[in-house]
């Protein structure tokens, strides 16, 4: 009994492998920034807020739901575009939004609006989109049976007046309408 008490002030006990490491600083690290929330890790490129050249930070939205104003969207693009700085060094300029959220906002709404479509990217949705309708009848063929082809599920669907199109059909066929027009 005083063999495990004496065990227990001392290191703890491991039966099959190391201890884990233990990771204790030498002295304060530099990169540490205060947040609204207590100290936070701030390790990577120093922020850049106040520098000159740099706009002034977005004023700390207020509520519940956080929402994005069209002057938080654009200095958001013109910091990550023109000004290619780190998610880190961006969210300094958004007080109460984390670098995650600011990234997916700019990653799925914001970056796609910028997108150049080219050629060769067109040419590649236009296949993209043939294929689905082949594939899309092909499914239907097999869900039918009886050894009907994805051309004569089709067919039959037309002449019965339903065309099976949901609405990712039809969003489809204009967009495909739209760069047929736009190409001609």
């Known amino acids: 009994m005083r063999q495990h008490a004496s065990q227990s002030q001392s290191e703890p006990q ?11 600083p030498t002295s304060p690290t530099p990169n540490v920034a205060a947040s609204a929330g207590g100290e936070e890790d701030r390790s990577g490129a120093p922020s850049v807020v106040g520098q000159p050249g740099m706009p002034a930070p977005a004023v700390r939205p207020k509520g519940p739901k956080l929402k994005f104003t069209p002057e938080d969207d654009a ?11 780190t998610w880190k060094q961006i969210a300094d300029f958004f007080p109460g939004r984390s670098s995650g959220t600011l990234q997916v906002r700019y990653c799925t709404k914001l970056k796609a609006k910028t997108t150049v479509w080219t050629d060769e990217m067109v040419s590649r949705l236009r296949n993209a989109m043939h294929e689905y309708e082949a594939d899309r009848w092909r499914i239907i063929s097999a869900k039918v049976g009886n050894g009907f082809s994805a051309a004569a599920c089709r067919e039959k ?20 309408q739209r760069l047929d027009s736009a190409q001609g």
């Open 14 to 24: 491991y039966h099959h492998h190391r201890p884990p490491a233990r990771h204790r």
């Open 75 to 85: 200095l958001l693009v013109a910091l990550k575009e023109t000004k290619d700085l």
């Open 157 to 176: 669907a037309m002449e019965v007046g339903e065309e099976g199109e949901d609405n990712n059909t039809q969003v489809a066929r204009n967009v495909r």
